[in-house]
């Protein structure tokens, strides 16, 4: 989806679980802001996530004010999520990452410390925003990280 130095970005790719879901009937699937595939078995990733707590979050307080229930998440909104998620990578990350792989060499073992960092910050962010839903027994974001 990127070159080694993040100066290049592809369009991201969305898998979903439904080759056809209702809610893109009347889009073309090559017009889509994303690569859209399809598979039952889809796993999703720590920003996608991120967005999709915030959406939930905001979807209850508005409800509340409103007294009636949260709207539903549709296609449509997981795929800006997607969007907004690769979007947020930035070329210094993408460029952190390839060199991890140990396929690129790396100058200073900083670069590792500073992708290592920004998963903990990652996954500290998203137990915040789980901290803010209304429910009693929720998961932890590790659990939630890696639910499948």
Not at 129 to 145: G, W
């Amino acid at each position: 989806m990127c070159n080694a130095t993040g100066t290049e970005k592809l369009k991201p790719l969305f898998i979903h679980k439904y080759q056809n879901p209702r809610a893109l009937n009347e889009e073309k699937k090559e017009e889509l802001p994303v690569n859209y595939y399809w598979n039952s078995t889809a796993q999703m990733q720590a920003q996608y996530r991120k967005l999709l707590i915030r959406n939930r979050i905001e979807a209850y307080e508005i409800s509340q004010e409103l007294n009636k229930e949260p709207t539903p998440i549709n296609i449509h909104d997981s795929i800006d999520f997607s969007v907004n998620a690769w979007n947020s990578v930035s070329q210094q990350t993408i460029n952190n990452c390839w060199k991890h792989t140990g396929i690129l060499p790396i100058n200073e073992m900083d670069e590792i410390d500073e992708i290592e960092d920004q998963a903990l910050h990652d996954e500290m962010e998203l137990q915040d925003l789980i901290n803010e839903l209304p429910f009693d027994n929720f998961m932890d974001a590790d659990e939630f990280l890696h639910i499948e």
